[in-house]
């Protein structure tokens, strides 16, 4: 019995991953993790070591602040924070120097990031800080003001990793990202569970996750705020070579978000399908669940189920007015943007936008200032299905409803009307089955318009 024992524990130990056999402590390359020094070469030293000899696990050990500038990740390693470890971003702009978007850097650069690798896990119960309330100018009521900015903007993207390989980031707490959050780009095989991701909500273009030409991605587990959109679907022109973004589930996550929870676009120059989102909860947010197609790419074969909302109306700032579903395609205005050269197809100057089809919303249960919108040019947006959503529209804030926004779009960029439970513009193949509508407080115009 005892050498059966001893023989299951070495098969045990020579099944284990790399990564969970061999410790990198980064205070053994010289880091210091008292907050001032800035402890890159230290961080970069272990993670180079570790990928070298073949994987294991680099430790920021608890009770330590690991103050950093930018970092790259590679191959079977495990980044993993201890409980009480902090790896926080250098407040100084001028040691950001690569683009998050390669060629256009009018959106941010790299803080930690990894390319062409595999195997690479960001996992632990300590706290990436991206620091972003540093990188943005005054704030005001509703927002930060952001910095001036000419050639490039220096504010870094937390973690950014491109064409990576099984990709996997558990339990970590992700907080004040000071643009883009977690970004996976022309990955395959991801997983994100467990995570805390806490960013200011007053922060713009502060996304939570956004899988860009990525395929099977599993999002569970997950508290998310954020400004900007908290889940972000989407096929960036920078990344074309990485083909459709498809087989992506998200389950089991609560968010709050300024601007949309659950978002597909608006960039979208390839295929998005075959997506799930199901049992979710949505507090406090300007926009519940959108598809946003603005290019020429297609969204089809998508189902949101089983998810309860409460939808506020907030400020300009932020695109959406308090929609609890929206599915829209619509060509986005010209050269209205400061990377305008980035968002249409090389040598075009006018946009265009690709079919939206076979969406299915099942048991939505929604409170909100606003009814849903469903829009597009002809043709585009098609064979909509809603089932069994409950909306309970009532006036809760001082911002005026009856609103329906369409930007980014050439031309007028609301719809001014009543308060409808469904309002369509344009849209062929909406079903409603089990739709369910009260009102009080707002201008209600009835459960549906268009239709």
Partial sequence: MRRLILLLIDILILALPAW??????????????????????????????????????VLLSRGKTFLSGPLQLKSGVELYLDAGATLLANPDEKVYRHSAFGSNQGEGMLWLWAKDAH??????????????????????????????????DPRPHVLTLIGVKNVQVRDITIREGAY????????????????????????????GIDIDHSRHVRISNCHITSGDDCICLKNRREFAEYGSCHDIVVTNCTMSSRSCAIKIGSENMDSIYNVTIDNCIITRSNRGLGIQNRDEGTVTDVVFSNIIMDLHLWSDVWWGKAEPIYVTSYP?????????????????????????????????????????????????????????????????????????DKRPCRGEGYIYNKVYGVYVDQAQGVHTTGLSVTAQGVDYGGPTFGL
């Fill in 20 to 57: 969970a056999q061999t410790n990198y402590q980064v205070t053994d390359y010289g880091a210091k993790g008292d907050g001032t020094t800035d402890d890159a070469p230290a961080l970069q030293r272990a993670i180079d070591a570790c990928s070298a000899d073949g994987g294991g696990r």
């Fill in 119 to 152: 195997d690479i896990r960001v996992c632990g119960r300590g706290t990436i800080d991206g620091n972003g309330v540093r990188f943005m100018g005054r704030e005001l009521s509703d927002s930060y003001e952001l910095k001036p900015v000419t050639t490039f």
């Fill in 180 to 207: 883009w959050t977690l970004h996976l780009v022309g990955c395959d095989d991801a997983v994100v569970d467990g995570i805390n991701l806490l960013n200011n909500l007053k922060i713009r273009n502060g996304d």
């Fill in 332 to 404: 986005r205005a010209d050269g209205n943007n400061k990377d305008a050269n980035w968002r249409f197809p090389k040598g075009e100057t006018h946009g265009r936008c690709g079919e939206v089809s076979r969406i299915y919303f099942r048991g939505i249960v929604a409170t909100s200032e606003n009814g849903c919108f469903i829009g597009g040019g002809a043709g585009k947006v098609q064979d909509i299905h809603l089932d069994n959503v409950s909306l309970r529209l009532c006036h809760m804030t001082d911002y005026k409803g009856g609103i329906y």
